[in-house]
Every structure is written in structure tokens, then in C-alpha cells.
């Protein structure tokens, strides 16, 4: 991969469920290192978008490449790029028959290849990186929500992949329960890590985003650093999504 | 249960007042019954040894039958919706009789009492289990197979360490129903002369000519190893119940 080119990028892509178009023509280019945060009505294409960079969708016109790699539609190529890039989903969607341990050693042995001992070391490491390495023999349901997330985050960064996906990672939490995890999320971001989040806590992302990318109907309507994302939107629909998420 | 056990024993002591019992039979305080009683006993090892025989066949065979029911292809899909709705249209007896009488003309070669018996109820039941896997699999939600495919995990992996021992969890009380019914079912392979419990029965009934105490003998056989069969599944339940929500 050069340099200058970017790690995240899409060139006219294009995606149909049935008759429905998620995805209308998206171009998007995000530079190692930048926090971008995706925001939008639901329905408008954000959660697909971003389910497309690690091969979790499939997309039917266009072309993306992530981390160097080319990701099509075949398999071999999904798997090489989510090796690259992990993915927070807004279920946790930890594996409840396996200790908060087990569930971040898994893909350090399977994919990684790693041994017993090495996946251990590597899996309590992020443990203690997301504050809770306590919890280590605990099963998932045994924890809060917001601590399972933050196991959900150690888990993809034991794969240690240079790019971060959050898909609405605090959506499901009780609301004295978003700012642990979004604390995690800031600090993950302060570290060089490649980050885009689908979320709707505009505090985090004027905090925290480089740039904020507003979806609706498929097409990425505007994108802006926060500042003048916030000051001043340009296109009539960011605003009047502004208004209702911000007017409460 | 315990209540059940007594209601039967009353009812059993009833009757035998009518004065039609003759448990002399199978007394083993007496030579004759307890020779009778060992006789009796004696098909217990090969009832048991054709149902696990059988029954671990036919998991194997039915998780085999299972996966590619569920894969994308439709070829595939199509391939194992068409062998289970065949098997599991074979009434068990016929296949017996099928695989031990039919099945030699085809092959050439000659099988023996106890694998046409194993053959029989595996294939049977296979179609039944593979059901059961594809139950059981469907249930586990979308989000566990996305979370082990977002870390690298192929295909193999995921059945393997995330999707099956969810899987098995639930459908665990469904196999031991499997258990039982295959453990009934190998009463049928008498028929063509395997020496099982049932097999034993029939012929010490037909020297000593007392079907009514020789067969509750059989019926107490089945029950016992049945009731030893439901407890042991329901250990292997609260064994594997770690963790679920």
C-alpha cells in the first residue's frame, strides 16, 4: 500500500436489496488514521455501508478497496479484508457460550494461528485496555451492557486490524451505560487507529470525528469537519436532520 | 415418575391376584427361572450395543445431512431436502427387511445381522437428526455468525467453535427424544433374527408358554434402560448449561 493512498475506498458503489436501493453510487475516500463518523435517518444506508467495508455485504456495482486489498463479492477477498478491519456491531453479539476470555482468544487461535498461551497474553492486554480486565471469567450475560460492549470492542481489537468499525455501538445500551464505552471509543481514536462509527451521539463525534459524512436515501448528502458540520450545514436535509436529533 | 412406578406395581399386584400370573417363570430363587431370567437378560449387550452403534451413526450422518441443507447452494439445499424426505418415508421395519434381504442382491455381499440392523435404524434415524441439526442451527441468530466471520473465522471455524455448541445446547433434549425412540426401534431388527431383548422374548416364550409374564419382563427391560437413558440426557443438560441468557 503507498502512502498516500487511502485506506478506506469506495468508487461508485452501488447496492440493491430486491427493488430497494441502499446504496446509490457512494464515493468515499478515508486516509489512514481519520475518525470519520456516519450519521443519517434510519433506513438511509449508513449500517450497509459500513457492513460492505468488511465484507459483511456484498455490493453489486463499484469497486472498493480497503487497507491495499481489492474486496469483491468472493469470499476468499471478504476474508483477507476483515482480517484488516474490525467491526463493533450494536447487539455486542458476544458468543454466550464462551468466558469474556474465550471470546477474545477465539480469533487470535483460528484466524491468527496464535497459541494458547499467546492468545492469552494478547486477549488480557485489551481486557485491561478496555478497563475491565476482571471480567475475564465471566460468561457475556453475567456482564452489564456496556461492559459487553467493551468486551466486543477488546474482541476485534485482538485481530489487531489497523481500521475500527462501530455499527451504532451504543444504541442498545441504557443511557448511564454509553459513556463507558464511548470513553473507550475516544481513547481507541487517540491512538492512531483508522475509526468509522454509525452513531448518533453527536457529543462524541463533534469530540472526537475528523470529519462527520451525513447519509440519506443512499448518497452521502455532506460531509464536513465537525465544526461546520454542526455551525453550518449546507444542504436542507442535514439541517432538518439536525434539528430534530439535536432539538431535545 | 415415582408415583407412576407405584401406580404400575398396584396394578400389576391387582392382576396377579386373579390368579392368571405365573411369575414363576422368571423367579430367579428357582433354577429354571433363573435360568430364564439370564436367558432374558442375555440380548440386553446387543440392544444396547445396535442403539448407540446406530444412534452415533446416525448424528454424525444427520449433521452431514444438515449442513449442506442449509448452505447457499441450491443444488445442495435441494440434495438434502430430497434424502431426508425419502429416509423418513421408509417406515422403520421395511427398511430392516430391505437392508437385510434387499440390499445383498445389489451389493453382492452378504451383511450380518447386527450391521444390517445398525445400517437400518442409522439411516433412519439420520434423516430425523438432520431435522434437528437444521432446527437447531437456524436458531442461532445472524449476529453470531457476523461476529465470528468479523474476526477472520472461515466457515469451518465458526460451525465449529461458535454456531454447533450453541447448536447442540438447545437440541439436546430432541436427540435424547431420538435416543429413546431408537432404543424402542431396535426391538424391530428381531425380526430378521438378531438376538436383542426382544428377540430373547419371543423365543423363551414360545418354550414356555407364558407371553404374559415374560413379555411385562420385556416391557420392564425397556422401561429401566429408558428411565437410565432420560437421566443421563438430562445430566448432560445441566452440565452443558453454563452460560446461555
Known sequence: MKD???????????????DFQVLKGISLAIAPGERVVICGPSGSGKSTLIRCINGLETYDRGRIRVAGLALGTDEASRRAVRGKAGMVFQQFNLFPHLTVLENLMLGPMRARGMNRAAAEEIARRYLARVR????????????????QQRVAIARSLCMEPGIMLFDEPTSALDPEMINEVLDVMAELAGTGMTMLCVTHEMGFARRVADRIMFMDHGEIVETAPPERFFSAPESQRCRDFLQKILNH | MRKALILFAVALALTGCSGSWGWYVVNPTTPNGY???RFLLSGLQYTILLSATAISI??????????????????????SRVYV??????PILVLVLWVYYGLPQIT???????WAGVIALALSDSAFQAEIFRAGIQSIARGQYE?????????????????????IRRILPAIGNQIVYMLKMSSLVSVIGMQELTRKAN??????????????????????????????VRWLERRMRTDER
Not at chain 1, 498516500?4 to 430486491?18: A, H, Q, R, Y
Not at chain 1, 475491565?132 to 461492559?147: F, T, V
Not at chain 2, 461476529?147 to 455448541?165: E, F, H
Not at chain 2, 423365543?203 to 434402560?225: A, D, G, N
Open chain 1, 4 to 18: 498516500d493512498e487511502p485506506i478506506i475506498l469506495f468508487d461508485s458503489v452501488f447496492k440493491s436489496f430486491g
Open chain 1, 132 to 147: 475491565i480486565p476482571e471480567q475475564a471469567d465471566k460468561y457475556p450475560r453475567q456482564l452489564s451492557g456496556g461492559q
Open chain 2, 35 to 37: 435360568n430364564n431370567v
Open chain 2, 58 to 79: 446416525s448424528i454424525v450422518a444427520g449433521l452431514l445431512v444438515a449442513l449442506p441443507g442449509l448452505s447457499n447452494n441450491r443444488a445442495l439445499r435441494w440434495a
Open chain 2, 85 to 90: 424426505e425419502l429416509v423418513r418415508a421408509v
Open chain 2, 108 to 114: 453382492g455381499l452378504t451383511i450380518g445381522v447386527f
Open chain 2, 147 to 167: 461476529a465470528a466471520y468479523s474476526i477472520s473465522l472461515n466457515y469451518r471455524d465458526t460451525m465449529r467453535y461458535v454456531i454447533l455448541p450453541q447448536a
Open chain 2, 203 to 232: 423365543e423363551l416364550v414360545v418354550t414356555e408358554y407364558r407371553p404374559l409374564e415374560i413379555y411385562t419382563f420385556l416391557v420392564l427391560e425397556y422401561l429401566v434402560l429408558i428411565l437410565i437413558v432420560s437421566a443421563g
